[in-house]
């Protein structure tokens, strides 16, 4: 999986907790990798400020994992950031434009029945989110 940068912040009063790949080469996967798909993970336990109960944070380490890596299969996208807040997680990769998302993502969904996980795919081929992302943020 590499070695990931993680950064703590604080938006709009809130704990912002933030990991991305330590090394992301943009100018080769831009190409390859067209479109942005974001999964977002609903925490069923979460603290009032929004961060997962602890216990419960610990348990989705396998989810996570299997989220991370979902699309390395055939090499159909990369993560580029999981950011967790207001009692989400997102989980954001650039995948190749025929990447069966919904397929990917419902497989690990059936596994973890009792979480909920949702996605968007959208067009993103000059990777604008992650750019304008990682100027704000990192």
């Not at 968007?120 to 989110?129: A, E, L, N, T």
Request: net charge negative; charged share 25%; aromatic share 14%.
């Amino acid at each position: 999986m590499g070695t990931w940068l993680t950064a703590e912040k604080t938006y709009e009063g809130f704990p912002l907790f933030l990991r991305r790949p330590a090394v992301l080469d943009v100018d080769a996967h831009r190409v390859t990798f067209p479109t942005l798909a974001i999964v977002t993970h609903e925490f069923t336990k979460r603290e009032p400020n929004g961060l997962p109960e602890a216990d419960y944070n610990h348990g989705l380490a396998g989810m996570d994992n299997e989220l991370i890596v979902a699309f390395d299969v055939d090499r159909m996208g990369v993560p580029v950031l999981v950011e967790t807040f207001g009692g989400k997680r997102h989980y954001y990769f650039y995948v190749a434009a025929d990447a069966d998302v919904a397929a990917v993502i419902s497989a690990v969904a059936r596994r973890y029945p009792e979480e909920r996980l949702s996605w968007s795919v959208r067009s993103d081929p000059k990777w604008g989110f992650i750019s304008k992302y990682a100027t704000e943020y990192f």
